[in-house]
């Protein structure tokens, strides 16, 4: 036998061996379509929008089904109770080892990208300390994000006769609040190092986007330039942003109050770190480098979110003046005309409420949420799932299901509102914070500021009604 022979015959095995493994694996996987070599599910991915290709693949597979993307198993997720049994487990509550979450934290840090402890201990204190300097505490939030909605409407005031774009200035209000709760520090929109930090948010954003499915398959970025520059732009913009924390880490650090009193997150994550040193405990979970990528996860996932759910609350209104007038008609009610709207009129508020959460059902900002992934193998609701499965929400198909909402393309903020006009609480399929153990750390803090925004905005309606409507293509 020749040596090619040789050669070529253990390939053949080779490849046999391993597709008879992928098989067994994919045999115990929810079904879904085949693939081709290689690329997987990726060619049937293509020609629209991915969300709308993925639903209608749940009209053919179910509300479970599995996707190759290169050599990964994806599976999806398309109703909310599948969402809720699988990451409501902390086996399920991985991040998948892709691109974004590795430029984003370093390595696997933080809260967003990390695992295990290191996730837990990180998500859990700063849930507590949020609450305690903001979430908690509604005078002071209050009056935050009452002075950004406020500098918004006298942007808009002193430029009404302008087509303007409100994005960038939305954004800065979005971060100025984050900026005060993690530094205690706010910036005006001129000010040409918030502006140098918004740009670059907003670049890696982007930048992250255009990788897409190469997340996957980190070798194949360099054989697409556009993805291979947008990459090498994430690692620059994201080591500029973390200098800037660290220079806040180190200034925080010099003035750290010796007895408590912290003003900030920093402030806290510092004095955290030397109570623990001071009991002689070792926790290598908490650390500059964390602390660092703490921050800058909030802000990455705290802006764009919110100032683009304050957008499409913005259109709707835009889209529905009879709506405009029913929001106009519950401040007045409730606030009047001679104070501001506060956190404390939520309460008394439903159909704002309502309004809101028919926004963020219809908006689907992130239609396929977060990808999570397991973290060992674990067999679950008759399937087995190798460890690094990768999983996806698919929130796109959850707030459209007709079986939870009737007319479903229909903006009707009604849906949110019981027969006597109280504010429904339990809305099953309704998950724009996504749902289980990695649910958005932010939730509370984002409704209050998109309560505050949208009610300090219609309590200015009179002024901006008209210029809402005839620069309505402006600024979408
Ligand atoms: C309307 C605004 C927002 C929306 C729609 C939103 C949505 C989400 C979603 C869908 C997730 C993924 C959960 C998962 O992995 O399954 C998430 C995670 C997260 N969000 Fe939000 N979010 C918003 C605002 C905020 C704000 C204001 C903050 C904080 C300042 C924040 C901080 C986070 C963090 C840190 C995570 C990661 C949690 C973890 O991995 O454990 N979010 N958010």
Redesign the pocket.
């Known amino acids: 036998m020749s040596v090619t022979l040789i050669f070529a015959s253990i390939i053949i095995v080779y490849l046999l061996h391993d597709f008879v493994k992928k098989l067994l694996v994919w045999s115990k996987l929810p079904p879904g379509p085949w693939g081709v070599p290689f690329l997987g599910s990726i060619p049937f991915l293509l020609g629209g929008p991915l969300h709308k290709i993925l639903d209608s693949m749940r009209k053919k597979y179910g509300d479970i089904y599995t996707l190759g993307l290169f050599h990964k198993q994806v599976v999806m997720l398309s109703n909310w109770e599948l ?1 809720r049994d699988f ?1 409501g487990r902390t086996e399920f ?1 991985g ?1 998948p080892d892709a691109v974004a979450f590795r430029q984003f934290s370093f390595g696997k840090n ?5 695992e295990g402890s290191l ?1 837990q201990d990180n ?1 859990r204190f ?1 849930m507590r300390v ?1 609450r305690d300097f903001g979430f908690g505490k509604t005078a002071a939030l209050d009056s935050m994000i009452q002075d950004a909605a406020l500098g918004l409407c006298q942007y808009f005031k002193e430029n009404k006769d302008k087509p303007q774009d409100f994005g960038p200035r939305l954004n800065l209000a ?1 971060l100025n ?2 900026w005060k ?1 993690a530094a205690d520090k706010t910036f005006s929109h001129d000010d040409p190092k918030m502006q140098d930090f918004m740009n670059r948010l907003m670049q890696v954003m982007s930048d992250s986007a255009l990788v897409g499915p190469f997340q996957w398959v980190p070798a194949f970025i360099y054989l697409w330039p556009p993805a291979l520059r947008a990459s090498r732009r994430v690692d620059r913009n994201m080591a500029v942003i973390s200098q800037i924390f660290l220079d806040e880490v180190r200034q925080h650090k010099r003035n750290l109050p010796s007895s408590g009193g912290a003003k900030d997150y920093i402030d806290a994550y510092l004095t955290e770190m030397e109570q623990q040193k001071s009991r002689g405990e070792i926790n290598p979970n908490f650390s500059e480098l964390q602390l660092r990528v ?1 921050i800058s ?7 764009e ?2 100032s ?3 957008r499409w609350c913005i259109l709707f209104l835009l889209c529905h003046p009879e709506i405009q007038e029913k929001l106009q008609a519950e401040i007045d009610n409730v606030v009047g005309r001679d104070r501001l709207p506060s956190l404390n009129d939520r309460d008394r508020m439903p159909y704002t409420e309502a309004f809101i959460m028919e926004v ?1 059902r219809l908006a689907r ?2 239609p396929l ?4 992934a397991v973290t060992e193998d674990v067999e679950f609701d008759g399937y087995r799932f190798p460890k690094g499965t990768v999983f996806m ?1 698919n ?1 796109w198909s959850c707030h459209s299901d007709p079986k939870y909402w009737p007319d479903p393309e229909k903006f009707d903020p009604g849906r949110f509102l019981n027969s006597d006009g109280t504010l429904k609480t339990k809305i099953p399929s309704f ?13 509370s ?3 209050m ?2 309560f505050l925004f949208v009610t300090i905005f219609m309590h200015n309606t009179e002024r901006m009604k008209h210029e809402f409507t005839s620069h309505i293509n402006t600024f979408l």
Request: proline content about 2%; overall charge positive.
């Open positions: 969402v990451f509550s991040r933080g809260i967003i990208s990390s996730w998500r700063t949020l979005v609040i984050i709760m703490n996860d909030l802000f990455i996932a705290g802006s979110t919110t683009n759910t304050t963020q900002l992130t949420g977060v990808t999570h929400s929130i998950l724009p914070f996504a749902l289980g153990k990695r649910q958005c750390l932010g939730e803090l984002a409704r500021e998109l």
